[in-house]
């Protein structure tokens, strides 16, 4: 992307174009009519770069000032108040907060700099406005030079930097504790046999005796002169430089910085207006004297290009997203196909499974019977998942009876029961219940027809075979267990039970049976049978 910096002095115009983080070229306009045009010509090639200008100008004023150390917004309206009671005929002002002061009340200090003289930048603004360039900013060089001193490390208590400009002209900038404090610019008017060495310790002491008189150093401080220079012009000037006790100078070798900077290639002359650019491209700083108005072009532009990044991103997100769906599309196809291929097969080996089959034509009256037989008596009919899962909830309450096998049937008579062949189980009772000889066992039940009729399912009867754990000879307890096991099933709505076996039966032509051994075990299982009917209710 391409920036363009004007390097603004009293004598000349040299504009700057970097791409890529470098200087690609320069061009110097003279401040004159003719210069103007030029100027024009070649800002007409530039019209959509953001622009830059950068001043180093003799009207350049600095105030350094504190005020009371309050809230932001009061501290604002404080700062906006006093910059425009000093700077009253120029709207190009600007106030840098530079910390507080160290002792008494900590007030803020505030340095107040501005353009004096309108002048010198109204045919250039007034350029800048007719083509539409958009301006960015306008910075001051003085203002920004401090980043040098900071890029190159040179940090000292009280350091003046001077920098040559386009146009013969010295520029002599004051920092104390990397703060500016002050600024001037003194043409370069050499008298006859004096040197520019000679005329700089002459402008720098001038500007010691100045800083002095305004009591910035103690007895101890000294300044630290660092003096931008090219190789070529360091012969004129540093025989004339004489360290003293309050001065020492510092010539900085203008390529080895551009060097260190990263600058290529290096400046050709003494002038620093190439460093201080490519030190902005670095390291930006924000605006000094442009307006809001003044940068409405810059403002629109990017405005424009973020609408433009903007609708770039959603483009490629809604092609990204486009190109998303319509492999899903394709996919879905596929599967389709895939799917039609396989109903085809389907259908095909169902079409020949029919025509292998005999026909066997069914009537409309039977079709009709068969879902009505369907609907009534097929789709609610009693399963045995219902049946037993409230009985399942009442055993539960009873840890000593084990369920061993159901037989459960549907009937329309309540009378009905199950067969149930018993099981043995190992570890019965020493006690048991036999049958008197001529008395005759319970009549098998014969087994149900095919032929009969179907049973509706209004009664669900079933016989429960268990065993209930019998402690010693504690009869009358396992007793007592499956009695209430029974009773527990008939509180269930719509259950009856009734015990058809008991653990030891004592009804009339049974006798009981013993057997004695040494060691008797202390638990055994009786096994007994639960006859349960369910009603279903009528729908």
């Known amino acids: 992307m391409a920036s363009h910096f004007l390097y603004l002095t009293n004598t000349r115009m040299v504009s700057l174009t970097a791409r890529g983080g470098r200087l690609v070229a320069r061009r110097e306009f003279a401040v004159s009519g003719e210069g103007m045009e030029d100027f024009e010509r070649h800002l007409r090639t530039m019209q959509d770069v953001p622009t830059h200008i950068i001043t180093d100008l003799a009207e350049e004023d600095f105030r350094l000032d504190t005020i009371p150390h309050v809230g932001a917004r009061d501290r604002d309206q404080i ?225 424009r290009l973020l609408i433009n990044q903007v609708s770039v991103a959603v483009l490629v997100g809604g092609v990204a997203w486009g190109g998303y769906v319509a492999s899903r599309v394709i996919d879905a196809d596929r599967m389709d196909s895939r799917s039609a291929q396989q109903l085809q097969s389907l259908n095909r080996e169902y079409d020949e499974i029919v025509r292998s089959l005999p026909s066997r034509g069914v009537g409309g009256a039977a079709m009709r019977d068969s879902v009505a037989f369907y609907n009534n008596s097929i789709r609610g009919y009693p399963t045995l998942t219902d049946f037993l899962f409230p009985i399942s909830e009442v055993m539960a309450a009873h840890p000593r009876v084990r369920l061993l096998q159901v037989a459960w049937q549907t009937a329309n008579d309540a009378t009905a029961t199950p067969t149930l062949p018993p099981t043995n189980l190992r570890n019965t009772p020493s006690v048991r219940t036999l049958r008197r000889p001529g008395e005759a066992a319970p009549a098998a039940v014969a087994p149900e027809s095919p032929d009969a009729p179907f049973a509706s399912g209004r009664f669900q009867v079933a016989l429960l075979e268990g065993s209930v754990r019998v402690d010693g000879a504690d009869f009358r307890s396992a007793l007592g267990e499956v009695d209430q096991l029974a009773a527990d099933i008939a509180k269930v709505p719509g259950y009856k039970a009734i015990v058809s076996e008991s653990p030891l039966d004592m009804r009339p032509g049974t006798s009981v049976q013993g057997r004695l051994g040494e060691t008797e075990p202390t638990s055994t299982e009786a096994r007994f049978t639960v006859r349960v009917v369910r009603e279903r209710a009528a729908p």
Not at 101 to 117: H, K, P, Q, S
Not at 167 to 196: H, K, M, N, W
Not at 244 to 260: G, H, M, N, S, T
Not at 261 to 280: C, D, I, M, T, W
């Open 79 to 303: 700062i906006a108040r006093k910059v425009g009671q000093i700077f009253r005929g120029t709207p190009y002002k600007y106030a840098m907060q530079l910390g507080r002061e160290t002792e008494g009340r900590r007030d803020d200090r505030v340095l107040y700099t501005a353009i004096t003289n309108p002048e010198v930048l109204r045919p250039w603004l007034e350029a800048i406005e007719r083509l539409h360039a958009p301006l960015a900013g306008i910075h001051s060089a003085a203002v920004f030079s401090g980043n040098l001193l900071a890029a190159l490390d040179l940090v000292f208590p009280h350091a003046l930097l001077v920098t040559f400009t386009p146009g013969e002209a010295v520029r002599q900038t004051y920092f104390r504790d990397r703060e500016i404090r002050f600024s001037r610019l003194t043409p370069v008017d050499l008298e006859e046999g004096q040197s520019l060495g000679a005329m700089l310790a002459e402008e720098t002491t001038r500007t010691w005796q100045y800083l002095d008189s305004l009591r910035h150093f103690g007895a101890q401080d000294r300044l630290e002169v660092c003096v931008l220079v090219h190789p070529k012009d360091r012969p004129a000037i540093e025989p004339a430089l004489r360290d003293f006790a309050q001065i020492q100078y510092r010539l900085l070798d203008i390529e080895q910085v551009a060097a260190k900077l990263g600058l290529k290639p290096p400046p050709l002359g003494s002038s620093a207006e190439e460093v201080l650019v490519h030190l902005f491209l670095r390291r930006p700083v924000p605006n000094h004297f442009a307006s809001p108005e003044l940068r409405t072009d810059a403002t629109r532009r990017r405005a």
